[in-house]
């Protein structure tokens, strides 16, 4: 058992008689709560592989892959050589990357990754295409790790004008995209109209974020990780370290001293009981009004046929403000002191303070989440190679939806 200096939390680490690992953490949280997480951890000296179960997500890390596992739903493997895929519970594929080249309009040859899309999310569903699209990423390196830079598709010059001026008629969003009954996200104020495509197109970036994320998580059409089978076996071995802890604690004066007025059992048999809760996330207005700024930035760089960089956004004078949207779940190191957690689609994040120079990691404060991610105003450890494939992501995103306006703007609602 390890107190941590606050005295407020600790982690606990139980090796189990079949050689697997139990790590549960407690902390206490600003609003005087306390949040117990716990993961088991199995390592596979054959293959070199280790799986960690926490959450309702698998974690398998092997020598030259990270495989992420949402409960019964979708997997997302990143590779070490920078391809990503991700496949549905039934083995179809989500996505798919591989390298290829591609012949420049001057004839030049160049080597790109090619990301194949067979499904889309809508609604929390995915929903299968009758025609798979590709989309192109340029390949670079970030400390010597592969990285792919997403290469816009232009549209035609009268395409990106009706973005630069008011709708002639304020346009009715139906609703703010829902997830089931449920509304995905709630902004501070909610307008019933909007006159301008940008900040109509910044509510949708933010809204359709969260509403794959829930899409994810609880998978669609599976039992919820809490209510699962394998989810009850590990709340049951977390309570019984707990006791066993609590017992051990009674006897030992100086850790009982150490760990001040800790309650070892606290929250132990609601761990994680949000999960599959869908609630709106609740949106600042600051965090709405940069998001669309952003928007903003990327339509016209788009425009412009040019890729947002990580390297860009360091480089800029706002990389201090700049908000990064998670594209795909992420297991990340909770600096905050929760050992780690889970990014999911649509939670949004900011630079704590920027990358050292010669870090591949970055940390970042979690500034809106979902009830399944990693919470709110946290401080979380991300791969910069992760970073970018937020920031195309955004891009993508971003295209779809100014597709999706041009498509509903006609009718007067979106």
Not at 211 to 235: C, I, Q
Not at 248 to 263: R, S, Y
């Amino acid at each position: 058992m390890v107190p941590r200096g606050d005295r407020n939390s600790f982690d606990i680490r139980h090796k189990n008689p079949d050689g697997s690992q139990m790590v549960i953490s407690q902390k206490l949280m600003p609003d005087g709560t306390k949040k117990v997480s716990g993961f088991q951890q199995t390592e596979d000296l054959r293959s070199g592989t280790t799986n960690r179960v926490a959450n309702g997500q698998r974690v398998t890390v092997g020598k030259d892959f990270e495989r992420l596992s949402v409960g019964g739903g979708p997997a997302f493997v990143t590779k070490r050589n920078g391809l990503r895929e991700a496949v549905l519970p039934d083995g179809r594929p989500a996505f798919q990357d591989r390298y290829t080249s591609f012949r420049d309009r001057n004839g030049s040859e160049r080597r790109v990754i090619e990301r194949t899309h067979y499904a889309h999310w809508s609604h929390g569903r995915p929903h299968y295409v009758d025609r798979p699209f590709v989309r192109l990423y340029d390949v670079g390196q970030i400390y010597g790790a592969p990285v792919a830079y997403y290469r816009p598709a232009r549209f035609t010059y009268v395409a990106y004008r009706p973005y630069y001026q008011r709708f002639a008629v304020p346009l009715a969003l139906a609703s703010v995209v829902t997830v089931g009954a449920v509304a995905a996200v709630a902004f501070a104020s909610q307008p019933t109209t909007y006159d301008d495509p940008m900040a109509l197109m910044g509510d949708m970036q933010i809204a359709s974020g969260f509403e794959e994320g829930y899409g994810y998580s609880p998978p669609y059409g599976t039992t919820r990780f809490y209510d699962s089978p394998e989810g009850v076996a590990l709340r049951g071995q977390m309570a019984e370290v707990q006791q066993q802890v609590k017992v051990n604690v009674k006897g030992n004066p100086t850790l009982a001293q150490q760990l001040g007025e800790v309650d070892l059992q606290a929250s132990s048999l609601q761990v994680q009981q949000e999960v599959g809760n869908a609630v709106p996330v609740q949106i600042p207005e600051e965090v709405r009004q940069q998001v669309r700024k952003q928007v903003r930035l990327s339509v016209a760089m788009h425009q412009n046929g040019r890729p947002l960089v990580l390297d860009d956004v360091l480089a800029s004078g706002y990389a201090n403000i700049y908000l990064f949207q998670t594209a795909h779940p992420l297991n990340v190191g909770d600096l905050s002191g929760a050992g780690e957690c889970f990014l999911m689609p649509g939670d949004l994040i900011g630079f704590s303070s920027l990358p050292a120079a010669n870090s591949p990691f970055a940390e970042m404060k979690v500034v809106a989440s979902g009830a399944n991610s990693c919470q709110t105003g946290g401080v979380v450890e991300v791969r910069l190679t992760d970073l970018q494939e937020m920031l195309n992501g955004f891009s993508e995103r971003v295209e779809d939806n100014m597709k999706r306006v041009s498509a509903c703007a006609p009718s007067g609602r979106c």
